[in-house]
């Protein structure tokens, strides 16, 4: 099986890496950005084009959502298979007259942070029962969590995802600009957020709230809204608001 | 030092806790709910009352926020020194003749939930140096991390954990209450929500922030939008339009 991965972001890059560390073979990793690719090309052994696409069975798709379609009018070939690695689009957003599909791991991928790739869940989506066998076989190699996915459940995935992972983070951020507004080293709050995160492995996250909103603690919560100002102000009226309709207070 | 305990929550039990692990002896733990101090006395072996206090050089209040100061004058004793653990009052809440404090762990604690209290930072705050003394002394035996805030900081550090650990806490039950609308386990997005967590200690949370709002990716913004209604779909608009002030896009 010839496989080419196309993109050279963060998932086309962690994508490629675990293969490599997999031992799955890659003809090419194929994409626009010359620079990236070629960064990765050197990192990770495997050859690079940004020009002609290599002849190859499966073509693997991991480039950003509304760069997909485009990017998939590039495989001229009929008799292969090629995936994107999207949460959110549909397999049919791509064209051409191969076999369609979606290989969607759900995870977090930053280039600048290693991952353990045995546990990412992959979600599989295919045309038949043939290609989900090639599918879930690539997956198996790097990953312990391979299920099949249809497209409406994928959007909820990810979704969830977007709460769970990419808000979480900016909440991160938005609490270190308050300590470091008062000059706080933030690794303070490491303890708390590992414990917080440890936390719902054993309790469900709606039975594990603390705070000022959940104790209803008007004090506290007026007093901290004259500390905040803007965005900050704005997440903190909505998360207390949010809190107190979940618990009904 | 004789050492007293008030309160019978999640605070109250894991400083208790934590202080009969460390072998700091206590006296008693105090309080009004008669229940939960039978079953702290029971599972940790200290005498409990719930009307009269005990004589003692220490009293350690860690009961919620709006109880402090009525707590405070319990206490009649005047050569003593007392400590509440609340993140956001004032030492001088505490109503009494004696020497006044704050000790305050920055931790969310959950009685289902065990602790590692090596790590737990302890922010101290007294009225003079032998007071300091006398703290930092008693939370060392518990804590690798014990410092002095003023009430000023403390207030901020506290605000910083609520975004921390109390929203983020809240965004988890809001993506349980979207994935298990769909029959998705919650268990897919924990090696997600470790990762997420796993990044920070190495990377700033601003350059670690992946996700459509990041990437402007307004069809999925879009179509997010619409699976979404109420308080998510609210939470989901603020965290967006914060994400993309952040950014600036």
């Given at each position: 099986?010839?496989?080419v991965?196309?993109?050279?972001g963060?998932?086309?890059y962690?994508?490629?890496k675990a293969?490599v560390?997999?031992?799955?073979p890659?003809?090419?990793?194929?994409?626009?950005?010359?620079?990236?690719?070629?960064?990765?090309s050197e990192e990770?052994?495997?050859?690079?084009?940004?020009?002609?696409l290599?002849?190859a069975d499966?073509?693997?798709?991991?480039?950003?959502?509304?760069?997909?379609e485009?990017i998939?009018k590039?495989?001229?070939k009929k008799?292969c298979?090629?995936a994107h690695?999207?949460?959110?689009?549909?397999?049919?957003?791509?064209?051409?007259?191969?076999r369609?599909?979606?290989?969607?791991?759900l995870q977090?991928?930053s280039?600048s942070?290693e991952?353990e790739?045995?546990?990412i869940?992959?979600f599989i989506?295919t045309?038949?029962?043939?290609?989900?066998?090639?599918?879930?076989?690539?997956?198996?190699?790097?990953s312990?969590?391979?299920m099949?996915?249809t497209?409406e459940?994928?959007?909820y995935?990810h979704?969830?995802?977007?709460?769970?992972c990419?808000f979480?983070n900016?909440?991160?951020s938005?609490?270190?600009?308050?300590?470091d507004?008062q000059?706080i080293?933030?690794?303070?709050?490491?303890?708390?957020?590992?414990?917080t995160?440890?936390?719902?492995?054993?309790?469900?996250p709606?039975s594990?709230?603390?705070?000022?909103?959940v104790?209803?603690?008007k004090?506290?919560l007026?007093?901290h809204?004259?500390?905040?100002?803007?965005?900050?102000?704005?997440?903190?009226?909505?998360?207390?608001?949010?809190?107190?309709?979940?618990?009904?207070?």
């Amino acid at each position: 099986m010839q496989i080419v991965i196309i993109g050279s972001g963060n998932v086309a890059y962690h994508i490629t890496k675990a293969f490599v560390f997999n031992k799955i073979p890659l003809v090419q990793i194929f994409g626009r950005n010359e620079k990236e690719l070629s960064k990765i090309s050197e990192e990770l052994n495997i050859p690079f084009s940004s020009e002609k696409l290599e002849d190859a069975d499966l073509y693997i798709i991991c480039v950003s959502d509304n760069s997909v379609e485009e990017i998939s009018k590039l495989i001229s070939k009929k008799n292969c298979l090629v995936a994107h690695t999207s949460g959110s689009l549909p397999k049919e957003i791509l064209v051409g007259e191969y076999r369609k599909s979606s290989f969607y791991p759900l995870q977090t991928f930053s280039k600048s942070k290693e991952l353990e790739y045995k546990k990412i869940p992959f979600f599989i989506e295919t045309e038949n029962e043939e290609d989900k066998k090639i599918l879930f076989e690539i997956a198996s190699k790097v990953s312990e969590n391979v299920m099949e996915s249809t497209h409406e459940k994928r959007k909820y995935i990810h979704l969830t995802a977007v709460f769970a992972c990419n808000f979480v983070n900016h909440l991160f951020s938005r609490a270190k600009e308050i300590s470091d507004s008062q000059e706080i080293p933030f690794d303070y709050f490491l303890p708390l957020i590992d414990e917080t995160v440890q936390k719902i492995h054993e309790i469900e996250p709606k039975s594990a709230q603390t705070g000022p909103a959940v104790r209803n603690d008007k004090r506290v919560l007026e007093l901290h809204e004259q500390l905040l100002k803007d965005e900050s102000l704005e997440i903190y009226k909505v998360m207390n608001h949010s809190i107190q309709k979940m618990y009904e207070l």
